[in-house]
């Protein structure tokens, strides 16, 4: 069992930082090859933002390369995303994921994730 819980969104003019927080609670002796941020607008299909694989380094969309940083302990469940120089086209509800396997190069790909925590709003205004 995978429980994701998600934190820090909030509202915030353009220009703007947020810090969003993901908390995993799995059980003891189990991991997850990959965790990652999506976000899903309003009319559009569930994008994702940035994905960390197990032992490489984070991967990010283009859309926020340079301005989004995510964090996560190695032994640790908790996984991080700042969010710099928002723009209101990030606003979306974001949520954290988890998935038990699957190759790096689909680290941002929802269909391969099975944990997905409720999402938290973030909204951005110009």
């Known amino acids: 069992q995978v429980r994701l819980e998600e934190s820090g969104g909030g509202s915030v003019q353009a220009g703007g930082s947020l810090r969003l927080t993901c908390v995993m609670t799995?059980?003891?002796?189990?991991?997850?090859?990959?965790m990652a941020w999506f976000r899903q607008a309003p009319g559009k299909e569930r994008e994702g933002v940035a994905a960390n694989y197990i032992g490489t380094s984070s991967v990010y969309s283009d859309s926020v390369k340079g301005r989004f940083e995510l964090d996560k302990e190695n032994d640790e469940d908790v996984m991080y995303l700042q969010m710099n120089n928002l723009k209101p086209e990030d606003t979306a509800v974001y949520y954290c994921?988890?998935?038990?396997?699957?190759?790096?190069?689909?680290?941002?790909?929802?269909?391969?994730?099975?944990?997905w925590g409720q999402g938290t709003q973030v909204t951005v205004s110009s």
């Open positions: 994921a988890a998935r038990d396997d699957g190759p790096w190069y689909t680290a941002l790909s929802a269909a391969t994730y099975e944990h």
């Open positions: 799995r059980m003891p002796g189990t991991y997850s090859k990959s």
